[in-house]
Structure formats: structure tokens, C-alpha cells
């Protein structure tokens, strides 16, 4: 059985060494469901509008089914010598039904065949995307729920600054993954055109009815011209950068649990099923997972750079460059799911010391903005408070107090509007929970957070 349908024009066979270069059933052969699916559409096509018997079309789409099957159970296995899984599906329906097999590819070219494919292909995996990004945002929240009053240390360039809660930092992530939601399902817009009957380049002289297979496959529209229609590749290279800017979400998460995991900070520890040891170091548990995810961060943006400097500099139409657009954006999506998913078990299951982020919280002076602000409030110049509340951090760090522990003589030598009603003012659980406007890290505020994210994700 020949797998090469274009050879009628060649005299020589195909070198095996360019075979295997050429070849891109390594990869593309997981597309298998969508090219059965997208050419039973085009047959079931075909045999009503005439351009072939209703009876053919019904014989070559009860093969087609068949195939899916055997593919789908292990009884047919894809042959790694086809070229890709376009011709090996192709073939091996001709070897089962005949000649009949043959008409399937009337009024279409590979060119558009493949368009559609990787389509159909990435609109289902950017249903699996968001699933993994839901539920890692479900995750976080359960989080925040156990930790609306952890106090700990919100900080500027890696210095302690304010106090916050564990609960409103976590939720910022939680905010980013519902915007890579939002991202991943404008991208799927997009992609939900569907290219068949584009041919090669300029379409076909048969009468085919491309709104009832964009109907069939569930597509919502269809593309409009016919050459950007197979060399388009603009929406894999937007899912690519949705992907990417996951993974920078994902890295950023990863770097402070790294840092929450050292004993220097001791913030957070994480479970046994996820951490790992050292080979020479038995006391060693190490933060692997993370690790790994903002290691493979990087692989991801290359699979980015891979994409756009494919397609920057091809002309109009088809060209094989466009091949290597699957191993790409196969293998950004790979990874951008196992990290998703991995990562947000990691979450689930780590602890939070929640002593040692309210020691770190007590050290640094996180609420000198609050001390000024008391000053404000008794009707001092923000300028003149600020300048106060620098003075007694001075004082405070010469005599190795924190602010809650200076008495409050030592207040009044500085500035006479201070009263004892100060400590009311900078106790750090007020200091939080005084932040009630919308989007602070007061518990009233954390509520209202949850309760948008979870109304968002049941939306």
C-alpha cells in the first residue's frame, strides 16, 4: 500500500533520510481523532450535494468510523512510515473500501485538511486549559478561606513593606490565572474558523457547501478567503502567547514558593508527595515542583520564538515551514498542563506556618505608613507625618524596639500630637482590616474577592 497519494508525478522513490525529515506522523498522529471527525463531515458533504453518490459517501463515512475505533481500542495500529496522519488515515481507508476510499479527498487539499485539524485540535485543548486553570483557581481560594487572617509581610523589590494577609496575596494569583481564562477563550474565538474548502489556495470549482461542514464540526464561522485560509497561523501563535503568559504566572507563583520553603523565611512547607531530597544531603526537602515549572517557563517561551519567527517571513500561501508549527505549540501545551496541574497539587496539600509569617510581619516597621496616616488624621501634612514616622524608626531601631513597644513619651518627644490611642492605629491586625476598599486585604474585602472569583468561574 502506498501512504504517498502525490507520487503519480515522481519516477524515483523518496530517499529515506528526506522520507523521515519530510514525515510529521511522529507528532501529528494525535491529531487522528480530528481528521477522522473533520473528513466524515467533508464526505457526509460531499454525498449531499451531489459531487458524489449519497451511497459513497455513506460507505466512506461508516470506514471512517471504523478506523476511530480500531485507532481508539489498539486494533489498528498508525504505521510511523506514513507521512502523516492525513495520508495514513486516507490510505488505510482506500485498503478497506476500495476504490470508493479514494473520492474522500475530492474538493479539498491537504493544505486546508491540515488547517482544520490543528484547529479542531487546539479549541479542544483550550477547553482543558481553562478546566486546569479553574481548578487552580478553586485551589487558591480554598486557601484564602483558611487564611484571611494570616498576617504576613507584603513587600516591594523583596523589602517588607505593609502588612497584609496570606489570603490577599495568594488572590492576586487568582486574578492573574482568571485573566489567562479570559485570554484563552478570546483565543478560541479565532480559532473557531473553519478553513475547509480553501483547497490548496484557491478554493474549488465544485459546488460544496462549507457552512454545512462548519455546522457538522460545530464551528460558528468560516473563513473568508481561501489563501488566508491555509496560511494562517496567527491563531496558534496567539494560543502560544496565551500559554506563555500562564507560565509566567506559574513562575512567579513558583519563585516565592521557593522562597517561602527556605528556612530563612519559613513561611510554607511543603507536602512529601510533592518535594523531593538530595542524594548526599539527608536532611535536604526540596522544592523540585516549582523548580521545574519555572524551568520549564523558558520551554515554553521558545515554543513562542519558534512560532513567530517561523511565520515572519513566509509569502502567501502554504509552505512546509508551517509544519513545524505542531511540535511547538504540542509541546507548550504539554507542559503548560502538567504544570498547571502538578503545580495546583502542590498548592492543595502544602502548610502555612502561620507563626512565622506573623513574626516576619512584626519585624521591619510595616506599619510606619500607618503611623503617619494617624498623623494626618489629627491634621498634620502627609509630608510633615511622613517625616515624624522616619524619626521614630530611628529612635526605634537605636533602642532596638518596634514601634508597638516605644513608649509613648518617646512619641511625644517628637511630636506632641501623639496619643495613646496610637497603638490602637498601627496593631497590624487593624492596620489590615482598616483597608476595606474595594480590592485590599481586609477580611471584608478577601469575601468580596472570593465570592467574584467564584461567581466568575460558575459564569
Known amino acids: 500500500m502506498s501512504l504517498k497519494m502525490w507520487d503519480g508525478r515522481f519516477k524515483k522513490t523518496l530517499d529515506s533520510k528526506v522520507n523521515d525529515f519530510n514525515s510529521s506522523i511522529k507528532f501529528d498522529w494525535v491529531m487522528f481523532r480530528e481528521d477522522i471527525t473533520g473528513s466524515i463531515a467533508h464526505a457526509y458533504m460531499l454525498g449531499e450535494t451531489g459531487i458524489i453518490e449519497k451511497s459513497e459517501a455513506e460507505k466512506i463515512i461508516v470506514g471512517l468510523e471504523k478506523i476511530f475505533e480500531d485507532i481508539e481500542n489498539g486494533s489498528l495500529e498508525i504505521y510511523p512510515t506514513a507521512e502523516d496522519i492525513h495520508m495514513f488515515v486516507e490510505a488505510v481507508l482506500t485498503e478497506r473500501i476500495g476504490d470508493t476510499g479514494k473520492k474522500l479527498h475530492t474538493a479539498r487539499s491537504r493544505n486546508d485538511q491540515v488547517a482544520l485539524d490543528i484547529r479542531m485540535y487546539l479549541k479542544k485543548q483550550c477547553d482543558e486549559v481553562i478546566n486546569l486553570l479553574k ?119 513558583s519563585e516565592e514558593i521557593i522562597l517561602w520553603c527556605t528556612s530563612e523565611y519559613n513561611f510554607i512547607e ?89 513574626k516576619a510581619a512584626q519585624k521591619g516597621f510595616l506599619n510606619a505608613t500607618d503611623c503617619a496616616d494617624y498623623l494626618v488624621k489629627k491634621g498634620l501634612p502627609f509630608r510633615d507625618a511622613y517625616k515624624i514616622t522616619g524619626q521614630l524608626v530611628a529612635v526605634c531601631i537605636e533602642k532596638n524596639l518596634i514601634l508597638e513597644t516605644l513608649p509613648i513619651n518617646e512619641y511625644k ?47
Open 135 to 253: 481548578n487552580m483557581i478553586y485551589t487558591i481560594i480554598e486557601k484564602a478561606e483558611q487564611n484571611k487572617t494570616t498576617l504576613m509581610p507584603g513587600t516591594t523589590h523583596l523589602q517588607h513593606g505593609q502588612p497584609i494577609v496570606f489570603a490577599h496575596h495568594i488572590l492576586a494569583y487568582a486574578q492573574m490565572f482568571k485573566r489567562d481564562i479570559e485570554r484563552i477563550a478570546d483565543a478560541k474565538k479565532r480559532m473557531d474558523y473553519m478553513p475547509l474548502g480553501s483547497g490548496a489556495l484557491a478554493g474549488t470549482t465544485y459546488p460544496i457547501d462549507r457552512f454545512l461542514v462548519a455546522e457538522k464540526l460545530g464551528f460558528s464561522n468560516i473563513t473568508e478567503n481561501s489563501i488566508d485560509g491555509v496560511s494562517d497561523r496567527d491563531f496558534v501563535i496567539e494560543f502560544s502567547s496565551a500559554l506563555a503568559i500562564i507560565m509566567t504566572h506559574i513562575s512567579r507563583f
Open 270 to 358: 511543603l507536602d512529601d508527595a510533592f518535594s523531593t531530597g538530595s542524594s548526599i544531603m539527608p536532611q535536604k526537602k526540596n522544592p523540585d515542583i516549582a523548580e521545574l515549572c519555572r524551568g520549564k517557563t523558558g520551554r515554553v517561551y521558545g515554543s513562542l520564538i519558534t512560532l513567530l519567527t517561523m511565520m515572519k517571513s513566509l509569502p502567501l500561501a502554504y509552505n512546509k515551514d508551517m509544519q513545524e508549527d505542531k511540535e511547538a505549540i504540542f509541546d507548550a501545551l504539554e507542559n503548560t498542563k502538567l504544570s498547571l496541574d502538578t503545580f495546583t497539587g502542590m498548592l492543595k496539600t502544602l502548610k502555612v506556618n502561620r507563626e512565622s509569617m506573623k
Open 413 to 459: 518627644k517628637i511630636c506632641g500630637t501623639f496619643e495613646s490611642d496610637v497603638y490602637k492605629y498601627i496593631d497590624l491586625e487593624y492596620c489590615v482590616n482598616e483597608r476595606k476598599i474595594y480590592g485590599g486585604p481586609s477580611v471584608e474585602s478577601i469575601d468580596t474577592q472570593i465570592k467574584n472569583l467564584n461567581k466568575f468561574l460558575e459564569d
